[in-house]
């Protein structure tokens, strides 16, 4: 922008303008200064070190000027200045003889020169009015708002101005209200300015500016002084005009978004929540959509009208004009408000879904955990009631009371363990309801089902356990009752049994003494019967109270006795049996009087014989001992005499064949002893016969002395001798020594023995070892050891003997007659006989005897 060209001759400035432009210049410029919080007093002065200045520029244009220097050096002021001249030139401004040197000195006319300026390009320079602008826009638009008023006629901006009635004009013409134009006068231009100026300084906030008796005392005031004045009222009432299409804009925009904010509002404040979780997510789908998609064009369209807002205030500041003031509820602070609470509602709207979402979240989870558990608790539940309704126990054994107690007791334990469930289904139902769950009624219901349930079950767990201990109580006395009857019953059945088997028993007595005795003892027994009717009757009547406590109380007695296998029936049909035997006893017993007496005639004839056939067997016995011992007499006068008693014994077997029927007759009787008798029938036939077998061995001993006599031509008196030796060492007297005996015989005829020949000698008189010497045996050694040699002839014919006269002898033969060693050697050496007329087998004697012609040990 050009200077005007009457700005090149400030030098000829009238004094009284120069007066006006630094009182207009500083007011104007404090005008905007307060805004910052500060003034100037000394145009020319406060400039000068440029901060003050550079702050005017920014407060006016709204804009960041450089930073400015902080020293207080010339340099630093002129660099301060030149920032601020050179803002100035940015915005198009074309300063003529201006420079940053004469502000810093402090040259008034430089520095009111700048100030106008800068009122030219942000006062000034952007009114417009049709097709005019700048001065000749302000001018017109003065004369266009003045013209109706009388006695105002603008046409420059001095001598249009001194009686101050276009001011007024003005003021009016936008303020009726403030001026009551009709009571000014043009002849008072005094009181006309200072009304105008206090007007506006009061009501428009357009300070005072100019004098009033400087306007009026002065030719021609100037022009500068008032054209910055009368600026300030067209910013304060053409700009907003100007504006107002704008503003109309911005009121639009803003009402828009007050109706949208308000319609949006009431949704963010609607928090009625919804049942499941789906409906939730969407709810806050919805909002997420509101924040991505709605609400940022209404942000930026928000921004965009304070933008819009600021800028226009910022305009109608700089040009002295009101600030804009929206209609109620449309002012900056309603949309702000609004705003505010649109987010803090929505910010509270997010809080409550995320809240709900969470509380619907823990509902639903809640509602399954309520119903797992309900599940749970009701398949534990089933059928339970039922069972603690049976009456099981009443058919029941005590033992099987007992295990229904003791199960009865485990269930206990386990309902009370399933107590915590129970609380807790009702803890989580009554957390539901707290927060709102929308299917509380089905909750509430199942959950009040579950809890009278309960307490039913609790109920009947008591009625059982108290109908458990009754019955067990009873069953306890019954039980008691059971072991009593038990421990009398058994004792009882017992003496029963043990009467029935001595009723029974299968008595054997040999005396009639042992059966007068069972006759007593019957007797005795027979006497013990009326007390035990009476025991039995106890016990019958144990069982009859436990019969009327079953009956009294209800108790089924399926079971029998735990404690015995004996019922009363039992015990009645015994005792029937008992009564039964007693007769049949006595009868039995009477019989046996009469077997006895039978048996007591034949032990008395079994005695009489016995007891004289024992002795005669005994004085036999004798008799062939003292024969056999005996040396008086020949061989053959003993062979004589023995056969004579052998005689006598055949005469006497008719005396033992009548015993023997005696004493079958006693077997049969069942006779087996007798106290007539010391003797028995075996006694008796032992005694026969070894008196046959002593006869027997006798004669046949006799016989083999006389065959050793005669084949080893032994005399009668060698005999003797050897009897007498043989009886002197015979302690025992019963025809054998034994082995000392017989080494003291040796000893006593001369022999010299040690052990070695002692032991060689016992092998051939004792060849099977029996610890005894026969007689026989004790001549043959005797035969053979006193004769000096033995011929073939000799041993030839002893074997002949042996064989009966045969040439040849038999193994059995040799076996029968000769020591068992003796006859093994034989055997072994002997060859087989040759000839047709032996049998097979036989042996050749007669060979073997040449063999050992010469050897004194055959």
């Not at 399954?368 to 599940?375: A, G, N, V």
């Amino acid at each position: 922008m050009i200077q005007e060209d009457d700005w090149d001759r400030d030098l000829l400035l009238d004094p009284a303008w120069e007066k006006q432009q630094r009182k207009t210049f500083t007011a104007w410029c404090n005008s905007h200064l307060r805004k910052a919080g500060t003034q100037i007093e000394n145009i020319e002065e406060d400039f000068r070190n440029g901060l003050k200045l550079m702050l005017l520029l920014e407060v006016i244009s709204g804009e960041r000027l450089p930073r400015p220097d902080k020293g207080k050096m010339r340099f630093h002021k002129i660099a301060n200045v030149n920032k601020a001249l050179d803002f100035i030139c940015s915005k198009g401004v074309k300063l003529v003889s201006i420079g940053a040197e004469e502000i810093v000195d402090g040259n008034v006319k430089m520095t009111l020169g700048m100030i106008w300026t800068i009122i030219l390009r942000f006062a000034i320079q952007d009114i417009s009015v049709e097709e005019t602008s700048a001065k000749e826009g302000l001018l017109l638009w003065c004369q266009r708002k003045t013209a109706p008023y009388r006695n105002v006629n603008v046409q420059n901006f001095h001598i249009s101005w001194k009686d101050g009635l276009a001011l007024c004009a003005l003021i009016h013409r936008h303020r009726p209200d403030l001026i009551d134009y009709s009571k000014l006068r043009k002849d008072d231009p005094i009181g006309n300015l200072n009304t105008a100026f206090e007007v506006a300084e009061k009501f428009l906030d357009i300070p005072k500016m100019l004098d009033a008796e400087d306007i009026v005392n002065t030719p021609k005031p100037d022009e500068k002084a008032i054209m910055t004045y009368v600026s300030c009222f067209y910013h304060a009432f053409a700009g907003a005009e100007q504006v107002r299409g704008k503003v109309s804009g911005i009121i639009f925009r803003r009402s828009v978004l007050l109706e949208w904010i308000r319609r949006t509002i009431p949704w963010l404040e609607n928090r009625v929540a919804e049942q499941t979780m789906q409906a939730m997510q969407q709810k806050l789908e919805d909002f997420r959509d509101y924040r991505r998609v709605h609400k940022p064009p209404k942000v930026q369209e928000k921004c965009q009208l304070e933008i819009n807002f600021n800028t226009l205030q910022t305009k109608l500041r700089l040009s002295n004009r009101p600030a804009f003031m929206p209609s109620e509820g449309k002012m900056v602070s309603d949309i702000a408000n609004a705003w505010k609470g649109l987010e803090q509602v929505e910010k509270g709207y997010e809080e409550w879904l995320l809240t709900e979402i969470h509380r619907l979240e823990r509902l639903e989870h809640l509602a399954e955990k309520f119903r797992q558990k309900c599940s749970l608790h009701e398949s534990w539940t089933s059928g339970k009631e039922e069972l603690l309704v049976q009456k099981d126990y009443e058919s029941a054994s005590l033992m099987e009371v007992r295990a229904l107690m003791r199960k009865h007791e485990a269930f206990e334990s386990d309902l009370a363990a399933h107590q915590d469930r129970v609380e807790q289904i009702a803890a989580i139902a009554q957390e539901l309801n707290e927060l709102d769950f929308h299917d509380s009624g089905t909750i509430n219901s199942r959950c009040q089902g579950i809890c009278d349930q309960w307490d039913n079950l609790g109920t009947l767990t008591q009625k059982r356990r108290d109908s458990l201990e009754r019955v067990e109580k009873l069953w306890e006395t019954i039980d008691q009752l059971f072991l009593e009857f038990a421990k009398r019953a058994a004792p009882f059945n017992n003496w029963m049994d043990g009467a029935m088997e001595d009723l029974q028993d299968m008595f054997i007595v040999h005396s009639i003494e042992e059966i007068q005795s069972l006759i007593t003892a019957h007797d005795q027994f027979k006497a013990t019967l009326p007390e035990a009717d009476k025991e039995r009757m106890a016990t019958l009547g144990i069982h009859n109270e436990i019969l009327k406590i079953a009956q009294t109380y209800g108790i089924k007695l399926v079971a029998e006795n735990p404690y015995t296998v004996l019922s009363i029936q039992h015990i009645n049909n015994k005792w029937e049996s008992v009564k039964q035997l007693v007769p049949m006893r006595d009868q039995m017993l009477q019989e046996e009087v009469a077997r006895q007496q039978s048996n007591e005639r034949l032990r008395r004839q079994f005695a009489a014989q016995s007891n004289i056939i024992g002795p005669w067997i005994q004085t036999k016995m004798e008799e062939i001992s003292h024969v056999s011992i005996d040396i008086a007499g020949s061989l053959e006068e003993q062979m004589s005499s023995l056969k004579q008693c052998e005689q006598n014994i055949v005469n006497y077997k008719s005396n033992i064949d009548k015993l023997e029927g005696d004493h079958q007759l006693s077997q049969e009787g069942l006779i087996f002893d007798n106290k007539h008798t010391n003797y028995t029938m075996e006694h008796i036939r032992v005694g026969w016969e070894q008196l046959l077998t002593t006869i027997a061995r006798t004669i046949n001993e006799v016989e083999n002395q006389i065959l050793t006599r005669d084949a080893k031509g032994i005399s009668q008196e060698q005999l003797n001798e050897f009897r007498a030796s043989f009886n002197h060492f015979d302690r025992k007297r019963n025809g054998m020594m034994d082995p000392d005996d017989f080494r003291a015989c040796l000893i006593s005829m001369g022999y010299d023995l040690g052990e070695v020949e002692f032991a060689r000698i016992m092998t051939l008189v004792d060849p099977n070892n029996t610890s005894v010497v026969t007689f026989q045996a004790f001549i043959d050694f005797m035969t053979r050891e006193t004769a000096e040699t033995d011929t073939a002839e000799q041993v030839i014919a002893s074997f002949k003997i042996l064989a009966s006269d045969k040439t040849y002898i038999t193994v059995d033969e040799l076996r029968r007659e000769l020591p068992p060693e003796q006859a093994e050697y034989c055997i072994s050496r002997m060859t087989k006989y040759i000839g047709n007329d032996a049998p097979p087998g036989a042996l050749d004697y007669i060979s073997f005897s040449s063999a050992l012609y010469g050897e004194s040990d055959l």
